[in-house]
């Protein structure tokens, strides 16, 4: 599955896609997909209200189980086009 984000990602990110980063800060400050947006998962549920629910949302971590958490969390707010993309280094 994340193979397939990662051949996508230029598609993705021409239809204006958002790279949101769930890790913590101190993880995303030592290496992060360019552009992305970092909100840990811990704060995903109160800042959901940031992201552009008619954006496909890419969502990545360390290994794709917090990003998983957060496509679940986002969902579950409505949001239609969540992918969770695995992780980070898959968008680089």
Do not use: H
Not at 38 to 49: D, E, H, T, V, W
Request: contains cysteine.
């Amino acid at each position: 599955m994340f193979r397939s984000v990662r051949q996508n990602l230029p598609r993705y990110m021409e239809e204006g896609a958002v790279i949101v980063d769930v890790r913590s800060e101190a993880e995303y400050v030592n290496g992060n997909p360019r552009g992305s947006v970092n909100i840990p998962l811990q704060q995903i549920q109160g800042r959901a209200k940031e992201l552009d629910a008619d954006k496909t949302i890419l969502l990545c971590c360390a290994s794709g189980n917090r990003s998983g958490m957060a496509a679940t969390i986002l969902k579950g707010k409505g949001f239609k086009n969540v992918v969770n993309a695995g992780p980070w280094i898959n968008l680089v």
